[in-house]
Structures are given as C-alpha cells and as structure tokens.
T-cell receptor, first 111, second 115 residues
C-alpha cells in the first residue's frame, strides 16, 4: 500500500532562512505526490503536486519540491522563509483516487 | 468560483448525543470525500463518494457513523452516539474526477468537541 512519512513534526526557522520539510514515500509504482498547507482554523490548500511530468515542481508562495526516485523522497523547500509561512504542512499520496496524508509538519517562523 | 461549503463550523456536544455535518461541494465535482482530522494528526479518509455512490468506506466506523450524498450533490455525515474520541475536525473535500493527478479542494472543516 502506498504511504508517506514526514520527518519532523515541528520545524522552526528564522525569517529569511531556508525552509526544508521532509517527506518520503512508499510505493511500488510511480506515485502522484502532493503538498498541502493548512493555516490555523482553515481547510487544506494545495501548494504543489508531482504527476511525473517534471521532477522539480514549483508551487505557490515560492515553494518547490523535487521528486527523487533513488531516495523515495519529495521534500518541500523555500529559499527564504516569511512570517506568513507559519502553518501546518502535509505531504500526501493519491493511490486510486483517494488522498493519503502524512502526519504533518508544523512550521514556525521566528522574526 | 465558490469553494466547498461546510456547516456548522463548530459544534460542542456531550457523549452519547448525536451530531450531523453538512457539505456542499464545488459545482460539477463528481467525487466527494469526508476526512477526520484529530489534533496533531494528518487527515484520515472516512468515506469517498462518486456521484451518489460509495466508493470507499473501509475506515468509517459504521456502528456510529453514517454518511449519504443525496442526488450526487450535497452530503451529510452523522455521528450517533458520539464518543469522546470523536473530537476532531471533519473536513469535506471534492474533486472533478477520481483521477490520481487531480486536485482535491477542501472546505474549512467542522470542529467537533465531545464532552
């Protein structure tokens, strides 16, 4: 069965620093992978998705993720953190139509 | 374009009481999902509808949870009787199709507190 594992439940960075949120997937076939963001008391919003067209995927708000088959990873990065990036981030895989989420990583941004 | 609408946003009940949540998906979206998100965890799929038929309800606690999607549009999720461990945010999502590359659009969720 396909699944994703997010490494680190909490990540704290300073404003302007690099953001790196880690996600590893488990799948015997090329997966469709997603990153969603959830701001407090809101629903989930799609940041970006990998659908095998390109290994480097650019999303909204300056985020990007790179699909690495050799490492079974799909880590999310942003060169320079902004205070407004503070939120919960979820990696997800979509086998057969349903979306399966990781445990989430809470990102804190310090001024 | 209107997003996924959910109500109520917040509900507080006592254990053994019943509660119902309503979801109106984006117009034209054939697939509808209900997820349960317990504090500190990722959302977990409860049930998936394709039009008004159930595609996957393998993780729905059927002894207390029920869901329906009338006429393939709106959906309701009911819990009866509620338990303390049902305290969570219930998220509704919809997508145009079931294809794996498609995006799910989420509502803001209904937060349930069971006392």
């Amino acid at each position: 069965a396909q699944s994703v594992t997010q490494l680190g439940s909490h990540v704290s960075v300073s404003e302007g620093a690099l953001v790196l949120l880690r996600c590893n997937y488990s799948s015997s076939v090329p997966p469709y992978l997603f990153w969603y963001v959830q701001y407090p008391n809101q629903g989930l919003q799609l940041l970006l998705k990998y659908t095998s067209a390109a290994t480097l995927v650019k999303g909204i708000n300056g985020f990007e993720a790179e699909f690495k088959k050799s490492e079974t990873s799909f880590h999310l990065t942003k060169p320079s953190a902004h205070m407004s990036d503070a939120a919960e981030y979820f990696c997800a895989v979509r086998p057969g139509g349903k979306l399966i989420f990781g445990q989430g990583t809470e990102l804190s941004v310090k001024p | 374009e209107a997003g996924v609408a959910q109500s109520p946003r917040y509900k507080i009940i006592e254990k053994r009481q019943s509660v119902a949540f309503w979801c109106n998906p984006i117009s034209g979206h054939a697939t509808l999902y209900w997820y349960q998100q317990i504090l500190g965890q990722g959302p977990k799929l409860l049930i998936q509808f394709q039009n008004n038929g159930v595609v996957d309800d393998s993780q729905l606690p059927k002894d207390r949870f029920s869901a329906e999607r009338l006429k393939g549009v709106d959906s309701t999720l009911k819990i009866q009787p509620a338990k303390l461990e049902d305290s969570a945010v219930y998220l509704c999502a919809s997508s145009l199709t079931r294809t794996e590359a498609g995006e799910l659009f989420f509502g803001e969720g209904s937060r349930l507190t069971v006392l």
